[in-house]
């Protein structure tokens, strides 16, 4: 093992070797994993929402508790104070999950503007609480043509920028008009299996995580900046 008296710019006070045994034991959590699902379209018929709908039915049936966010209403960000009625649900919702799904029509190669503007009204942090930091995260897009993974490549580097456990399994569903019946139930399918195996994923990983999420996402230089704020403080109590 290296020396730490090789690493001159470390700050050995606030430096830890990766404990396995916060990472083990027994889940502490009994309660169903809380799960926010967030779609981005509109539309009267939206097959981002139809199969929003689904993941949840899924969810629900993996022992999750779901809570799908309506955008309808949403203001777009920074166009009205954060106190605003839908800011604040879409906020609270986020605090109260653990996991999040976020699905996405593909528009113009990209995610939904719908969509972003959702993630964009959840901030990195509100005053010390990070109301994504340590939440797995599914991702899922419809597209009308042929499959592509554009949205949900977008959504992924979304969920690593908002801190998130991003999970290895992912939905891409094309010529989405064709996978729901008339009564918007998802048809059976290729597509219909991999959305099952992507919920089933996330409620795995958020089993094994939510108990450790703080200690997954706590981070050297995090210590290291509260450290010297403490000591900053101290001193000046001195004074």
Not at 132 to 144: E, N
Not at 185 to 193: D, G, I
Request: glycine residues 6%; proline residues 7%; aromatic residues 6%.
């Amino acid at each position: 093992m290296a020396s730490l008296a090789d690493l001159p710019n470390l700050r050995a006070d606030v430096f830890q070797l990766p404990d396995p045994s916060r990472l083990a034991g027994p889940p502490r959590s009994t309660h169903p994993p809380r799960v926010l699902l967030l779609y981005g379209s509109l539309r009267k018929r939206s097959y981002s929402r139809l199969l929003t709908e689904e993941a949840a039915r899924l969810l629900n049936a993996l022992g999750a508790e779901t809570r799908i966010f309506d955008p309808r209403d949403l203001p777009l960000p920074d166009s009205v104070p954060t106190d605003h009625p839908k800011v604040q649900e879409l906020r609270a919702l986020s605090l109260w999950s653990e996991a999040h799904v976020w699905c996405s029509p593909e528009r113009h190669g990209a995610i939904s503007g719908v969509l972003k503007a959702q993630i964009d009204w959840i901030p990195l942090e509100i005053g010390s609480v990070r109301p994504t930091q340590g939440r797995t995260l599914a991702v899922m897009q419809v597209s009308g043509g042929s499959q592509s993974f554009n949205a949900v490549n977008t959504l992924r580097l979304l969920g690593r920028w908002m801190r998130m456990i991003t999970i290895p399994n992912q939905s891409s569903v094309a010529k989405a008009y064709q996978e729901f019946d008339d009564a918007g139930r998802m048809k059976p399918s290729a597509y219909y299996e991999r959305v099952v195996d992507v919920m089933e994923e996330l409620v795995k990983f958020t089993l094994l995580t939510r108990d450790v999420a703080g200690y997954l996402v706590d981070r050297y230089s995090e210590r290291k900046e509260g450290a010297a704020k403490l000591e900053e403080r101290v001193n000046l109590k001195s004074i």
